[in-house]
Nanobody, 120 residues
Framework: QVQLVESGGGLGEPGGSLRLSCAAS????????MGWYRQAPGKQRELVAT???????NYADSVKGRVTVSRDNAKNTVYLQMNSLKPKDTAVYYC??????????????WGQGTQVTVSS
């Protein structure tokens, strides 16, 4: 079993910054990729940013230049640094990870979500 535990959400001001963290734990053989998705009220869940074990990054166009995803492989932890916050960044942010639990078994895991609200 694998658990993803997120932290760092909360209230941010427009133009401000927030940093999210997500740590994976449990029966982990190898972490292939980790990242973040978000879901605003009434909208579908969407990609924010991901990083794979090879160091390849993928960002949504809506956050490019404002958001940085990083990963600590030794700690199986992924971070999301969000700068120049906008009200449209308000959403529940979900950690996502593609993990091998054995050399042959893999799955996609999700965190419980952390609320980010951008408001003055």
């Amino acid at each position: 079993q694998v658990q993803l535990v997120e932290s760092g959400g909360g209230l941010g001001e427009p133009g401000g910054s927030l940093r999210l963290s997500c740590a994976a734990s449990g029966s982990i053989f190898r972490v292939i990729a980790m990242g973040w998705y978000r879901q605003a009220p009434g909208k579908q869940r969407e990609l924010v940013a991901t990083v794979n074990s090879g160091g390849a990054y993928n960002y949504a166009d809506s956050v490019k230049g404002r958001v940085t995803v990083s990963r600590d492989n030794a700690k199986n932890t992924v971070y999301l640094q969000m700068n120049s916050l906008k009200p449209k960044d308000t959403a529940v942010y979900y950690c996502n990870a593609y993990i091998y639990t054995t050399p042959l078994s893999h799955d996609v895991y999700w965190g419980q979500g952390t609320q980010v609200t951008v408001s003055s």
